[in-house]
């Protein structure tokens, strides 16, 4: 080749490589609408698949050539680049890992190159006349014309022999990954009970108001972001509807996120029997072929809407007119593992930004964050302040533990929750009951040395799961059999610490026998179709009683239910996180709104060791304003989020003294640097010490810049000690949410 006359492409490989690489395009390759286009690319000994980010300079003999595009056309927009190249560098990933993510498998996944019999080569071996190659292709064609390295050498065939005389071709074959990082929940967008005819609802006077500001804002082009603040049961479903409407009637598209679709059963009903067959679904339980196939549809317009879980921000929708994010504050939005480890509502905001068209942020309990933005005026509030119909909020009854622990009664079902059960069930109106813990029991004791079962991999108990008899390990997934004996002192003897879903499933069939009872947690809905059937039981009114985990008190809308009972309220709070008083907030907030939808009026009663936390009283009084103001007031005051950015800096190492070495070189070098813009807290173990047998240390950087920090953060990870390798690695997570 000429030096001087091929140009140089920048390629992020998929597989993840820390920086792209420059390679040069060959003249057989054509040379237009280049960026975009996936490449096969040679890498060390091997070819790897990468994406051609951008074009520059010319050859200077120093590159290597790219192998071949698979595809005549590129399969990333210019727009879509862009937004990848901002979730790259915010999220401190590496372009190829986000452009991964973009990428539905079967296009991002690993390629391998098979070698193919052409039909040449099929006459040929027909009609062999004893030619040596064509009697040896008639040897093993017959059974399939895709060939590997080792089937043509057992043949002794050569696989040049053959391109020459044009009897055989290699083409390039996308194996889609195995592993793709779910998005959560392991029931998404299973089918549902959907053949209702599209409803014609007269909106409410808020919703019209909140519903024309949207469409208004999406007739006139332009970046905007609303946060729609509508209590529990005030029907945000239907402003999204019109949004959504209203983009599509002017020719474009819309794109709706959720944290889970299996627990939006009544967005998705409503947008299927709208949308029909223009509405597409994406999340992590389609095969590699059905994502595929919506990517491909979304891309040249058939899909009008994609309703989608985190991942389906990155879609494809070249007419994009308004982007919705329900339930912005939810956790489950935000990736933790693997890379890219990028929050779903903050990179729609940077979407919609690039795209200039408005977005809209709906909950009933909005996160901290956005709450402050829309006060400081940086989003415009939208609210709707009242149930449909006028419908009442559901009353709420605190029920103090600790006066029915001094009465020596330490039973999980408590009288007062038991009693108003018991009026619900008379009245033939439906209950929903809250334990946020799965299994049986969250601990089991030896009774005789004390000793508690716990992980062989992680700091961290073993729970027990009766029906399946094993003690399993809810942070790694080791499993064990249920032991006949203590480990430690060989005793037969073991006490159950705390309980889980399967235990209080046990407890309230004893006390309701006949009333029908359906759980649904991750375990009772692992299986396909079981989350339907569960859902379809108590929806139908067979079952009387729906207990589950926070799976439960998100979007359900059952008109029936008119009580929703919390087992406890100090889980959520005693998580060791910022955010335990939010999470607590919104999670007795968004189950308690599952009561008194319908005509019946609700009622939500709270059994709680701390009654008089603000928290709960908040909760219970639907004071969300109340709320923000004692919590935004201490977030200022302690500078947490919104009035900085956390940079967790999770650190994990095979030994404890390595692990700690590392964590406290890097905090000092971390200190070391002058005007730096950030502060550092730590380093800490982690609450969880160790983790699928690594030990973890965490630094927290909290900062106003984080470009700036983690440019300083950029530089000094470079020096070897923080190299990763099998023993050691740092995980950089900006914004987290996951602080354990
Ligand atoms: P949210 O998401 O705000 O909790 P939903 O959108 O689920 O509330 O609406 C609550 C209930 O009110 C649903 O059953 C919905 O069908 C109904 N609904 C919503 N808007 C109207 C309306 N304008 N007229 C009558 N019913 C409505
Ligand atoms: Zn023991
Ligand atoms: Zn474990």
């Known amino acids: 080749m000429i030096p001087g006359k091929s140009r140089l492409v920048e390629v992020a490989i998929l597989s993840g490589l820390p920086k792209q690489l420059s390679y040069h395009l060959p003249p057989a390759l054509s040379h237009d609408d280049v960026v975009g286009k996936r490449a096969i690319v040679p890498l060390g000994r091997q070819q790897q698949l990468g994406v051609i980010v951008g074009v520059g300079g010319s050859y200077g003999g120093s590159t290597k050539a790219v192998v071949e595009f698979p595809d005549a056309e590129p399969i990333i927009s210019a727009k879509l680049l862009k937004l990848a190249e901002f979730v790259s560098s915010y999220y401190f990933a590496s372009l190829g890992e986000v452009l991964r993510a973009f990428l539905p498998s079967a296009l991002s996944g690993r390629i391998r190159q098979q070698f193919w019999i052409t039909d040449r080569g099929k006459l040929a071996a027909l009609v062999s006349d004893g030619d040596p190659t064509a009697t040896a292709l008639a040897a093993i064609l017959g059974r399939k014309r895709k060939l590997s390295a080792k089937a043509l050498e057992d043949a002794d065939l050569k696989a040049e022999t053959l391109l020459a005389l044009r009897l055989g071709e290699f083409r390039w074959d996308t194996k889609a990954a195995t592993e793709e990082p779910s998005d959560k929940s392991t029931h998404q967008g299973e089918e549902i009970t959907d053949n209702t005819p599209p409803r014609q609802i007269l909106l409410s006077e808020a919703q019209r108001k909140a519903a024309d500001a949207i469409t208004a804002a999406i007739d006139r082009g332009g970046f905007e972001t609303f946060l729609l603040h509508g209590v529990t049961g005030s029907g945000k479903t239907e402003v999204y509807l019109e949004a959504a409407k209203r983009a599509i009637a002017a020719g474009g598209q819309a794109l709706i996120i959720v944290p889970e679709i299996g627990l939006s059963q009544a967005l998705h009903a409503r947008l299927s029997s709208s949308f029909g067959s223009a509405l597409g679904l994406h999340h992590s339980r389609l095969s590699s072929g059905e994502r595929l196939n919506v990517w491909q549809k979304s891309r040249n317009g058939e899909i009008k809407v994609v309703l989608g879980a985190r991942s389906a921000v990155f879609s494809e929708l070249p007419d994009l007119r308004v982007i919705v994010v329900d339930e912005e504050h939810d956790q489950s939005l935000k990736q933790g593992s693997p890379a890219p480890r990028y929050h779903a509502r903050d990179v729609a905001i940077m979407r919609a930004k690039l795209e200039n068209i408005p977005i809209v942020l709906g909950s009933a309990t909005p996160s901290i964050e956005s709450y402050y933005n829309a006060s400081q005026s940086k989003y415009t509030l939208l609210t709707l302040p009242e149930r449909i119909d006028s419908r009442p909020m559901p ?40 334990l946020n813990r799965r299994g049986f029991a969250p601990s089991v004791r030896c009774y005789d040395c004390g000793e508690k079962l716990s992980c062989r991999n992680c700091d961290i108990t073993l729970v027990y799961h009766k029906a399946a008899n094993k003690v399993v390990c809810h942070t790694c997934g080791h499993q064990e059999r249920y032991p006949d004996r203590c480990p430690k002192c060989n005793s037969n003897l073991f006490t159950y610490g705390g309980i889980g879903t399967e235990r209080l499933e046990e407890e309230l069939r004893s006390h309701f026998p006949d009333a029908g009872l359906v759980r649904m ?17 108590f929806s139908s009114g067979e079952a009387k009683i729906l207990l589950g985990t926070q799976m439960i008190s998100k979007g359900f809308d059952f008109p029936q239910v008119s009580l929703v009972a919390v087992v406890s309220a100090d889980t959520a709070l005693e998580i060791p996180d910022f955010r335990a008083r939010e999470r607590t907030f919104q999670l007795l907030t968004q189950v308690g709104g599952r009561a008194g939808r319908g005509v019946i009026a609700g009622h939500v009663l709270i059994q709680t060791l701390n009654p008089t936390e603000p928290v709960i009283t908040f909760a219970a009084r639907h004071d969300f304003l109340d709320f923000y103001r004692d919590e935004i007031s201490e977030r200022e005051a302690l500078n947490f989020p919104p009035f900085c950015h956390i940079i967790l800096l999770a650190l994990e190492a095979t030994s404890l003294r390595l692990g700690a070495e590392r964590a406290d070189l890097l905090s000092e070098r971390l200190n070391a640097v002058k005007r730096a813009g950030y502060r550092v807290l730590g380093p800490v173990t982690a609450p969880i010490a160790r983790r699928k047998q690594v030990y973890r240390y965490h630094i927290m950087l909290k900062t106003q810049r984080v470009k700036q920090t983690l440019g300083v953060l950029q530089h000094l990870l470079q020096a070897k000690e923080f190299q990763h390798n099998r023993s050691f690695r740092v995980i950089v997570d900006v914004d987290a949410v996951d602080m354990l």
């Open 521 to 537: 947690d991750l375990d009772s809905t692992r299986r396909k179709g079981s989350f339907e059937a569960i859902f379809r039981r």
């Open 395 to 434: 009353t709420a009854t605190i029920v103090d533990r600790r006066a029915q622990f001094q009465r020596n009664d330490f039973s999980h079902l408590g009288p007062d929750l038991l009693e108003a059960i018991n009026q619900s069930l008379g009245r033939d109106e439906q209950v929903m009951v809250l």
